[in-house]
T-cell receptor, first 118, second 111 residues
Framework: SAVISQKPSRDICQRGTSLTIQCQVD?????MFWYRQQPGQSLTLIAT?????????ESGFVIDKFPISRPNLTFSTLTVSNMSPEDSSIYLC???????????????FGPGTRLTVL | DAKTTQPPSMDCAEGRAANLPCNHS???????VYWYRQIHSQGPQYIIH???NNETNEMASLIITEDRKSSTLILPHATLRDTAVYYC????????????FGTGTRLKVLA
């Protein structure tokens, strides 16, 4: 299995500022994903961040608003830029693992970063 | 868009089996059915997955209909700690490997 940590665990920010969220994994993984979970809602995939390639963004999410870095196989950052109250959400990273059957078969999720924008 | 539909909420008595249904009528032949759960805004936790055969592990059983258009997650002896939102997801085990989450079922286990 994988142990994933995220920093910060929560933050309160002013509108117009930016916040960078860190995701650290205790083992090397190729595929990493970033999700947003708005209050009371399900998870929405923001982007896929594979090491060695540019992040792939889902419809409705753009690099200027959510720039992602993936400098190595154990670490990634997501920045929420020029924040507004609508960005208040839980942001989660996840990694795809091959820990059960030897093939890619499940994702492990971090604990999330709870962001409030005033 | 999510390819699954689930009832928004269900209740289950503690100690009884919890049967959570999921419809995935547009599933393709090489897509797997996955179940995750999310307890009180923690990160989702993997439960089980399958392609076409029924599966069982230490947490749950997964029953997939023969036409693969629906499935049922079974928690054999629900406890209060099983209170969570349960997500049924279909996805490929190739290509992007990405999950598209639906709205899930909020299961409440009652004492």
């Amino acid at each position: 299995s994988a142990v994933i940590s995220q920093k910060p665990s929560r933050d309160i920010c002013q509108r117009g500022t930016s916040l960078t969220i860190q995701c650290q994994v205790d083992s090397q993984v190729t595929m990493m994903f970033w999700y947003r979970q708005q209050p009371g809602q399900s998870l929405t995939l923001i982007a896929t961040a594979n090491q060695g390639s540019e992040a792939t963004y889902e419809s409705g999410f753009v690099i200027d608003k959510f720039p992602i870095s993936r400098p190595n196989l154990t670490f990634s950052t997501l920045t929420v830029s020029n924040m507004s109250p609508e960005d208040s959400s839980i942001y989660l990273c996840s990694v795809e693992g091959a820990w059960r059957t030897g093939g890619y078969d499940e994702q492990f999720f971090g604990p999330g970063t709870r962001l409030t924008v005033l | 868009d999510a390819k699954t539909t689930q009832p928004p909420s269900m209740d289950c008595a503690e100690g009884r089996a919890a049967n959570l249904p999921c419809n995935h009528s547009t599933i393709s032949g090489n897509e797997y059915v996955y179940w995750y759960r999310q307890i009180h805004s923690q990160g989702p936790q993997y439960i089980i997955h399958g392609l076409k055969n029924n599966e069982t592990n230490e947490m749950a059983s997964l029953i997939i209909t023969e036409d693969r258009k629906s499935s049922t997650l079974i928690l054999p002896h629900a406890t209060l700690r099983d209170t969570a939102v349960y997500y049924c997801i279909v996805r490929l085990l190739s290509g992007t490997y990405k999950y598209i989450f639906g709205t899930g079922t909020r299961l409440k286990v009652l004492a």
